[in-house]
């Protein structure tokens, strides 16, 4: 660990447009763009609630029981629920084996991953404890250290639930749904692939391939019903945070919400948006907004790009939007998919509003030597922070 953030130099130049240079500036003379009108936190939740299209919220969760199973000191439930249109949510609750009584709990969120063909399989496996295809060991590897994190999360004594959310897993949309400006990218991209000697008949590259070519169609859609791929996240991440915390196994006082890059944004956001939060986690998902524009925000998926997202506040606005809320956020040196100066810019934003909030020593920031990624070091640190915060 580097260490954490300290002072910097004032504001920096907008993001570099080329031929449209200066469109930022206008904008700013528009209206309050990028939090320079200090909107206080109930403020941003607010605007943060419009901007994404919260649907209404789910008022049954209509819980099941899909099985049970004990190994390698876990005790997990497969579980799923309604939630209120499409194909019922999957989720997986884990628990230390033998633990009696209520636990802390804690919401991990899958990230974007470029993979939508798996969600909550990233983060824990089901009953033979292996991940279920190659290209999900690929993943761990190269963003969570090789690990089933929620797994070892739960074995320091917490009630852990993972769940698909909204587009992944169980929740994924059919090939046959997707639009067809898509499907025509899709079936170019896997034509190259197959040329370059990949295994396109493979189900789970296939469906990668062709969701990804469909989710700025689906976004396109989403906005046009006055919701977003956020909204609909986060209406479903706040109804598997209000099933964790009502379960008779979990200890009350709220839940711990974690979550790497797309994850990490989906835990701030839920918990802006009143999830029973009891402590916040957000990994390799921090930056101002001005830098990031537009060599790095292209690079980033809807569950960060909401439309209207600069007029809530900057981005670090909204993961301190609930502060007092004990707060880690971590950063990778080499991450390619931020600006240094602007994770520099929202880590300062971040200790602000915190200190604005009378808070200071609410919130740790730290810097790691590595890139997009959940690794060792900072699980380790982590899982040892919210045994602090939230003690087991």
């Known amino acids: 660990m580097v260490g954490a953030h300290g002072a910097g130099p004032g504001p920096a130049p907008a993001g570099r447009l080329g031929a449209f240079e200066g469109l930022v500036e206008l904008l700013e003379g528009s209206w309050p763009l990028l939090g320079a009108d200090e909107p206080p936190a109930q403020e941003v939740r607010r605007r943060l609630r419009a901007a994404v299209g919260l649907p209404r919220p789910q008022e049954r969760a209509d819980v099941r029981v899909e099985g049970t199973w004990s190994r390698d000191g876990l005790e997990g439930t497969e579980l799923s629920w309604d939630a209120g249109f499409g194909p019922r949510v999957a989720a997986r609750l884990l628990r230390p084996a033998g633990a009696r009584g209520p636990l802390p709990g804690a919401l991990v969120l899958h990230c974007h991953g470029g993979s939508k063909r798996f969600g909550l399989a990233e983060l824990a496996d089901g009953a033979d404890g292996r991940p279920e295809h190659p290209r999900l060991r690929a993943a761990r590897e190269e963003l969570y250290a090789g690990r089933a994190v929620a797994e070892d999360l739960a074995r320091t004594g917490r009630a852990v639930l993972v769940h698909d959310g909204f587009g992944w897993g169980s929740r994924r949309l059919p090939v046959a749904a ?28 296939a469906y990668d391939v062709h969701a990804d070519a469909a989710e ?3 976004a396109k859609a989403l906005g046009a019903l006055g919701t977003s791929w956020t909204g609909l996240l986060a209406r479903e991440d706040l109804l598997a945070a209000r099933v964790l915390a009502e379960h008779p196994g979990t200890a009350p006082g709220g839940v711990a919400l974690l979550g790497l890059s797309g994850g990490g944004a989906r835990a701030a956001v839920a918990a802006a948006l009143g999830a029973p939060a009891a402590a916040l986690v957000v990994t390799c998902m921090l930056t101002s907004l001005r830098e990031a524009l537009p060599q790095h925000l292209h690079r980033h998926s809807w569950t960060l790009v909401t439309p209207g997202l600069a007029r809530v506040g900057d981005w670090p606005d909204v993961v301190a939007a609930r502060a007092p809320l004990p707060l ?17 810019r929202g880590v300062r934003r971040v200790l602000a509003r915190y200190a604005a909030a ?14 997009h990624r959940f690794d060792a070091a900072m699980q380790r640190e982590a899982f040892d922070w919210l045994q602090r915060v939230q003690p087991a």
């Not at 067809?180 to 079936?187: C, H, M, N, P, W």
């Open 216 to 218: 700025d169609d689906v």
């Open 358 to 371: 009378g808070a200071p020593g609410a919130v740790t920031a730290s810097t790691h030597d590595t890139g």
């Open 178 to 205: 997707m639009p067809e400006r898509g499907e025509r990218t899709a079936l170019r991209e896997l034509a190259a692939r197959r040329a370059a000697g990949e295994d396109v008949q493979d189900e789970a590259l």
């Open 328 to 344: 880690l956020v971590q950063s990778g040196a080499r991450d390619p998919l931020f600006p240094a100066d602007g994770v520099r």
